[in-house]
């Protein structure tokens, strides 16, 4: 599992940094190295165009795992150069940002955007997302397919009039969830399932934003 | 008098609805003219509810008005813009002002219409939003509180019998009779043997079926909804005989083929009725009725 990410537009993040004069910028070793959207060569590119815009940077960083503990000793290491910023711009994903803003009490911004949590594919460097932690999982009854994520319009009882050759209304490349657990289920010969009428789901399961302490 | 679509649904008499859109604001003199035009020419009207995605007049108000000029309106809902919260409290408004024929849709994606970064609700979908209407009926709504005064609906959903695969498309189908449907309107059909192999499953069912026609005004958009439009497939020969017609005369010819369809239909008892949608032509309607011998 990564958390995937992507560049968000450069205008929106010279417009949060327009009051800051200097820049800490930060990067992670793990889903945005992957992603190449915050290992070291996008951080070194950034330094370089902020640069250019008349920014001075402070320093910059790589954290192994930007989400975890042990962040926090590396901001530390690097304490006088983040200090002396006067705000961070992050390449990690969302929980990075937030890791950081906690443990350096800093000004932070994000430069990426975070758009899901992605499984990886067997095709080579693709990841895509197949479970939005609803609270609520009814793959059993689909075949394990969710189409809580994976329909367009998060439907429990069967396609919507707007598939067409197994593809979806919204975009004719997208797979339609409906007709591949259609699928699914007839080559298990699990078909009667699809005849279960779900009810609507409960949306309020579990406390958001989750929590949870493991002893 | 209006005679009550549930009364219309079970004389056994061939049923024709067709539809009514709203306006894009508030000048409601064309939908007023479209009302006047065709309420005592069909047994009743749907009002579609932001249909394609596309904001309008709400489908609410425009039963009312379909009441108010002497019709008997279908109320179309969907499931992409209310939760369930606001569907169950729109279904007592519409109850209590008269309107007694729901439609129950899921509704396209919001990514169709002109609002595309709007957030869409799917919290119910069109079997969902059936079963909630009958729950709604025994004196309950969703939360599982009791209602101070009920409804009572004569409900409705659609089918795609085009779609391709078809099989899912026939189990939802199933689904909806079990979940409270009394009646179907389909999408576009143009294959009248297709349809009659549609109708093959969909007579066990029990349930009324009215045949979607909708109204073909020119060779180009047959041939756009057949490339592109999921579920609507129009064949050759119907294309050929509009792109053959006389220069000026291919909404002519799409109104006899309209017409020589419901009369088929109706002639050949393959189902219960038809629904006429003549998008952007309502007026030409009275002439598809005239052709079919209506
Ligand atoms: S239903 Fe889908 S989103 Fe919900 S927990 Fe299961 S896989 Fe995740
Ligand atoms: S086409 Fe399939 S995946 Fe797309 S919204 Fe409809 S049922 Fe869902």
Known sequence: MISVTEYKPQEEVLEFLEKC????????????????????????????????????ITGWMVIPTACDELAKDALKEAGDEIQSADCLLIMTCAFGVQNIAMFTGKPVFPALN??????????????SEVCRQCGDCVLAWTGGICPVVSCSKGLLNGPCGGTDEGKCEVDSDKDCAWTMIYNRLKDQGRLDLFDKEQPPKHYQSGTRPGKITIQ | ???????????????????????????????????????????????????????????????????????EPILQMTCRDRNRMALESDLLFAYSRGIENVLCLTGDSMVVGDHKGAKQVFDLESVQLLRAIRLMESGEDLGGNELDGVVEFCAGAIVTPEAHPVEPQLLKFKKKVAAGAEFFQTQAVYDLDNFRKFMEYAIPLNTKVLAGIVLLTSARMARFMTANLPGIFVPDNLIDEIAGAEKGMALQTGIEIAGRMIKTIQEESICDGVHIMAIGREDRVPDILAAAGL
């Open chain 1, 21 to 56: 004069q200097s820049v800490y910028i930060i990067g992670c070793g793990s889903c945005t190295t992957i992603t190449h959207t915050g290992g070291k060569a996008e951080v070194l590119k950034m330094k370089e165009s902020l640069a250019e815009t008349g920014k001075e």
């Open chain 1, 114 to 127: 975070t758009i899901f949590i992605g499984k990886e594919q067997t095709t080579p460097g693709l990841f």
């Open chain 2, 1 to 71: 008098m209006v005679i009550p679509f549930k009364e219309i649904l079970n004389s056994g008499k061939f049923i024709v609805t067709s539809e009514i859109a709203p306006p894009k604001g508030t000048n409601l003199d064309n939908t007023i003219h479209h009302i006047d035009l065709l309420k005592d020419k069909v047994d009743a009207l749907n009002a579609t509810d932001n249909q394609s995605s596309v904001m309008r007049y709400p489908s609410l108000g425009l039963c009312l008005l379909i009441k108010e000029h002497g019709g």
